[in-house]
């Protein structure tokens, strides 16, 4: 595996925008079934989480890629409850899952690399004594 910051953040470019136009794209279409929420509280619901990291994510600082993993989480689980319980809409929900896979790896990757770079992280408890 590469342990290039440039790298993982590159890949969590090419997958975190294509996921924010699919979600935009999915929950912003008008639907008939009944129950469902209006367009714009759907897509205010489901478009707005994504965009609280986009500053960071766009300056490359590694402490938003590494909290942009529980929300892509959410979108990550919410892609595998439709793909069992919605066929009609399974084409939809692989796509997102294998969108938020491909953001989850590299702002996980960028996180730990750049963090490493900029001496961010964890102290371990030796260091503490």
Not at 1 to 20: A, D, E
Not at 46 to 73: E, Q, R, S
């Amino acid at each position: 595996m590469p342990t290039s910051p440039r790298f993982y953040r590159w890949l969590t470019q090419v997958f975190y925008w294509p996921l924010l136009v699919l979600v935009a794209l999915w929950h912003g279409m008008p639907t008939d079934a009944p129950g469902t929420l209006p367009v714009y509280i759907a897509l205010v619901l489901w478009v707005l989480p994504l965009l609280f990291p986009l500053y960071g994510l766009v300056k490359g600082k590694a402490y938003t890629h590494a909290w942009t993993n529980f929300i892509l989480m959410f979108y990550f689980l919410h892609g595998l409850t439709v793909v069992y319980t919605h066929p009609d809409e399974r084409i939809w929900s692989i796509l997102e899952i294998i969108l938020t896979t491909g953001a989850f790896i590299g702002a996980t990757g960028y996180a730990r690399y750049q963090g490493r770079a900029e001496g961010l992280g964890l102290k371990k408890l030796k260091d503490y004594n």
